[in-house]
């Protein structure tokens, strides 16, 4: 399983002109804080199920006023993109 963030783990503005960034973090199944600025990698091992495997993911971000860099108003977003590659 690996899951990549086309923004390396941040949302951006979409207004014209605006460079700042939203950082977040991402929660897998039981595992937390985890970092999109470079891809995640899960190797798993052997056969699921015929009911397959359920993971939850959440995205997780500071409240606007306590982050530690202010951003501008603005609408901000990033895509996540997760892949299973079976072997």
């Known amino acids: 399983i690996t899951i990549t963030s ?3 783990g941040s949302m951006k503005g979409i207004t014209p002109g605006n ?6 973090t991402m929660k897998f199944g039981t595992l937390s804080n985890i970092s999109l600025t470079t891809p995640y990698v899960m ?3 052997g056969k699921t199920t015929t009911d397959g495997s359920a993971y939850s993911l959440t995205v997780e971000f ?3 006023w306590n982050l530690r860099t202010p951003v501008s108003p603005d609408t901000y977003r990033d895509t996540i993109t997760v892949t299973i590659a079976a072997a």
């Open 6 to 8: 086309t923004n390396a």
């Open 19 to 24: 460079a700042d960034s939203y950082p977040y």
């Open 43 to 45: 190797e798993m091992s």
């Open 62 to 64: 500071q409240n606007y």
